[in-house]
């Protein structure tokens, strides 16, 4: 009877946990969008009181923040992409680089996002197996761009890459360091699986033929 009685116990709680890995993720993602739609609608206050939704049909409209967001962000697209717009974004840069802090700020943002959102950039394409915090140590990294000449100069020699390295569970704060070509291992993952794999704490593994590169450390290059 007693044995039954546990039996029962654990299995309670084994599908407690079922229950609550189900439900986690969706809660996330579903506080992820009501989060992003409730920020969007505020744009709509800067639309004049007889444009907004709400005075043109009678009430609100979910999601219609969003909406404009998205249209925003594709004209002004269509619009960077042509001479005017071109001349516009250059005369902001020259506005805000003539304040002090702000010029900070305002150019070390844009050139971080030009790097990652970029079609064309170098970063973060490439993980990597490095030893890190100390020697025999080993974690995921991310190939990171390239050195400026200014570094390299002053660096023992040219055979070292920077790399990010992302700490867990939170891949946004980590590590900008510079290590030597042959000091790294090339991983045969995409950027999404080494991040996934930082991210569960190692719990969401790879595929199972994702397996470290038989290249040679040394066939990464400065890109």
Do not use: C
Not at 32 to 41: A, C, F
Not at 62 to 91: F, K
Not at 129 to 138: A, G, I, K, M
């Amino acid at each position: 009877m007693v044995n039954q009685y546990k039996k029962q116990r654990f299995s309670i709680k084994k599908h407690l946990m079922t229950g609550v890995l189900v439900w986690l993720p969706i809660i996330a993602g579903i506080w992820t969008i009501n989060y992003i739609v409730t920020k969007s609608n505020i744009l709509l206050n800067f639309l004049p009181v007889a444009w907004q939704p709400k005075s043109l049909f009678g009430f609100h409209i979910p999601g219609i923040g969003l909406i404009l967001a998205l249209l925003i962000l594709l004209l002004t697209g269509v619009l960077a992409s042509n001479l005017i717009g071109r001349t516009v974004i250059q005369m902001w840069d020259k506005f805000f680089g003539h304040i002090p802090v702000v010029k900070t700020v305002y150019t070390g943002v844009k050139k971080v996002s030009e790097s990652l959102l970029s079609d064309s950039r170098q970063s973060f394409k490439t993980p990597l197996l490095v030893q890190f915090p100390h020697e025999n140590v080993w974690t995921i990294a991310f190939l990171s761009g390239s050195l400026p000449d200014a570094i390299l100069d002053a660096l023992p020699d040219d055979e070292y890459i920077p790399v990010y390295v992302p700490t867990t569970p939170n891949p946004t704060g980590g590590y900008y360091i510079m290590v030597k070509k042959g000091d790294t291992k090339p991983l045969n993952l995409s950027v999404d699986d080494a991040l996934k794999y930082v991210i569960s704490l190692g719990m969401v593994m790879p595929d199972a033929n994702a397996t470290t590169s038989p290249a040679e450390p040394k066939t990464i290059g400065n890109t």
